[in-house]
């Protein structure tokens, strides 16, 4: 299992990569083995603000639909249309290529209620 050590992380599966004032967000290596072969990634909430804890968009795999939560209150800015032919990116490559969306930040200070790599591998049982 894949658990940089450089990245935040939730509760939920999602991981955060911290550019000054922007996050980039995807979901966690664990995240998409569990769900299975990814073939959607939906998100509508371009330009939009969004409050922590709030669902950005959704991840179709062939045998469900998951919810994905914004990890930090700010303004989703930038979505990866890759994603939109080659969803399956987010199962080879979940920390690269399969990024899913950038949000600019609006509080910094929720950056300290993000998880580190080795408390997420608690949360996962690892």
């Keep these: 299992m894949n658990i940089p050590a450089d990245l935040k992380y939730t509760k939920d599966h999602e991981w955060i990569k ?3 004032d922007v996050a980039t967000v995807g979901i966690t290596d664990f995240a998409q083995s569990e769900l299975g072969d990814i073939v959607y990634v939906e998100v509508e909430t371009i330009g939009e603000t969004l409050e922590k804890e709030e ?3 959704t991840v179709e795999a062939v045998k469900t639909v998951s919810d994905l939560f914004q990890p930090l209150t700010g ?3 930038e979505f990866n249309e890759v994603l939109e ?3 399956e990116l987010v199962n ?3 920390y690269g290529d ?3 969306v950038k949000i600019k930040i609006s509080d910094a200070s ?3 209620e993000l998880i580190s790599a080795d408390d997420y591998k608690e949360v996962i049982g690892g």
């Design 18 to 20: 911290i550019d000054g």
């Design 75 to 77: 303004e989703i800015i």
């Design 55 to 57: 669902v950005f968009g």
């Design 92 to 94: 080879t490559d979940p």
């Design 98 to 100: 399969g990024w899913m």
């Design 110 to 112: 929720q950056i300290e």
């Design 85 to 87: 032919n080659d969803p």
